[in-house]
């Protein structure tokens, strides 16, 4: 039987995204800003893009013969693809902890939204900010709030050292400087 009769099955996506895990009995925090990102994101994929692919994949399907139809075949993977990042997105925003970050301001104990500027046992510094599971980016400098250095980050002081278990084994880091942003 051609793969043309088969029937595609709620959820059989191939390479359908997995949610990142969120530590048991734990929240998905995520900065104001993170948030917003993410909801201007959704909006935007079902508002403006969605409905564009669907008029295209709609326009391809009236023009006959749907196996051998670039448009309609790369629509519809499109239009998947589409729909996998709004089901994603949403379960993402529904789970999601909003926690401003400024709060904590003028503190010097490292909280979630905090950037910290420490030194290791070379005494090389390194700065990172903490964020949300969702919201990090590595290159500029920002980690989950579930990564083992935000895990041993958290709750420290200036001035503390503290332990950060690693594939090498275990080090001590020293904390120098912690920030929080300014209130919006």
């Excluded at 490292?110 to 070379?122: I, M, N, P, R, W």
């Excluded at 590595?138 to 503390?160: N, T, Y």
């Excluded at 090498?168 to 300014?182: N, Q, S, T």
Aim: net charge negative; aromatic share 6%.
């Amino acid at each position: 039987m051609s793969k043309a009769f088969t029937r595609e099955t709620e959820g059989q996506d191939e390479d359908d995204v997995s949610l990142p895990d969120v530590p048991a009995g734990g929240k998905n925090y995520i900065t104001p800003a993170g948030f917003a990102r993410l909801r201007a994101e959704l909006l935007q994929l079902m508002d403006e893009e969605r409905p564009k692919v669907v008029e295209a994949v709609h326009w391809a399907a009236k023009n006959g013969d749907r196996s051998e139809n670039g448009d309609y075949i790369y629509g519809k993977k499109r239009l998947r693809e589409i729909d996998r990042r709004i089901r994603f997105l949403t379960k993402r925003l529904e789970i999601a902890e909003v926690t401003d970050p400024a709060m904590h301001r003028g503190h010097d104990q490292v909280f979630f939204g905090a950037t910290v500027t420490y030194a290791d046992e070379s005494g090389a510094e390194r700065t990172i900010t903490i964020m949300g599971i969702d919201e990090a980016d590595s290159s500029q400098g920002q980690v989950s709030w579930i990564s083992p250095i935000a895990r041993a980050l958290l709750k420290a002081r200036e001035g503390d050292v503290v332990k950060l278990v690693t594939p090498l084994g275990a080090k001590e880091i020293e904390v120098l400087e912690v920030r929080y942003p300014a209130p919006a």
